[in-house]
Every structure is written in C-alpha cells, then in structure tokens.
C-alpha cells in the first residue's frame, strides 16, 4: 500500500488519547506505520474534515498514507487519495465518486464480504474482529480461523483487526494477513515507535 517497510496500520480513535490528539498522530506517523485510517465517525462532515486536513499534513510530512473513514465526499473535496468505508457504505458509492480514489479499503466481518468487497473494487480489506477488544464489547471474536479463510479467499491484502497485539502479531501474520490494524495501543502507548517494533514483521 506505501512505501513504508511496516505492515502496522494505525486506526485512530482521538477519544482514547491522553495527549493532545494532533500531537498524538505526530509521534506516530514519525514511526513510519503502512498508514493511518483516520476514523472518527462521531463528526459532522464538516468537523471532520477541518480534522482530515491537519492529519492529512502531518502525514505527508513524514510520507506516511492518510486514509479517510467514512466521509467519501469530504475525503474527494480534500483531495485525498485514499479512503476506507463499512461494507454498506461501499455498496452505496457512486462510480464517479469512487474514481476519485486510488486506494480504497472496506471493513468486512465475512468470507462472502470479501469477495462483495473485490467485487466493488478494493484494494484492499480490515477483516475482523479477530481477537477479543474492548472496542466490540460483549461480541465473540471470530478467531483466527475466520481470518485465514478470508485470506485464504480473498484477492487483495488483508489487514486484520480487532484486539491486536505485540503477542498476537505473528500468529496473525501465519494466518495469511498482509498486516495489522492497531487502534487503542497505539492511541495511550507512551512510545509509539517502540511500540510498533513490538509488533515485529516488516519493520
């Protein structure tokens, strides 16, 4: 997805963060990870995108991919590359707006999401969740069987997500994963560059 030599996908979650939030992505994308998915659902279209164009800045500076969540017409207005979107919502994206992107992620919880996702044309899936997260409370994860399947299946990379660990990470990878999507870890960790070590793989 981008010239970083990490497989480590940062989801932000700006209501986790004990730091300033901008601050926050600062350290991180100074940590060279895959990418950030900037995902704030709870904005207004507006809110967010006076949001998406500072993270968007502090991303290009250190040549780390700014992916935006949800709002597709605020991300195209922006001029952004890359935006990532539930499966619903990709379904819903008109042709003239999804050309607008030259990378686009779907979130997919299915072997049969997947492939509706290649069909929609992404370029790449988050697949989960994997693992037990506070982020899906009281939800069963799905385990890494589900996650091979949908590697197994897919045509394009597959970014597992969902209670994702340095103690996780590798059998996250033997299972087919082309990386790692980490939300709340990277959002309170005191060191995100050594945090992302951690994880090891293509560091």
Request: net charge negative; hydrophobic share 40%; charged share 20%.
């Amino acid at each position: 997805m981008t010239t970083s030599m990490s497989d480590i996908i940062c989801v932000t979650n700006r209501s986790l963060c004990r730091e300033d939030f901008l601050l926050r992505i600062e350290k991180i994308a100074a940590a060279g990870p895959a990418a950030v998915i900037l995902r704030e659902k709870d904005l207004s279209p507006d809110e967010y995108g006076r949001l998406a164009e500072k993270v968007m800045n502090i991303c290009g500076r250190y040549d780390v991919r700014c992916i935006l969540h949800s709002f597709a017409e605020t991300a195209a207005s922006l001029g952004a590359e890359a935006i990532h979107l539930p499966l619903h919502r990709l379904t819903e994206l008109p042709d003239t707006l999804k050309g607008k992107f030259s990378v686009i992620g779907a979130s997919c919880h299915s072997v049969s999401d997947a492939l509706a996702a290649e069909q929609l044309g992404a370029s790449y899936i988050t697949a989960g969740h994997v693992f037990a997260t506070d982020c899906k409370k009281g939800l069963a994860p799905r385990g890494l069987d589900f996650l091979r399947d949908v590697c197994e299946s897919a045509d394009m990379p597959v970014y597992a997500i969902g209670g994702m660990s340095p103690e996780n990470a590798a059998s996250v990878r033997e299972a087919g994963a082309a990386g790692i999507c980490v939300m709340s870890g990277l959002m309170v960790c005191d060191d995100p560059a050594l945090y992302i070590k951690q994880f090891g793989g293509n560091i």
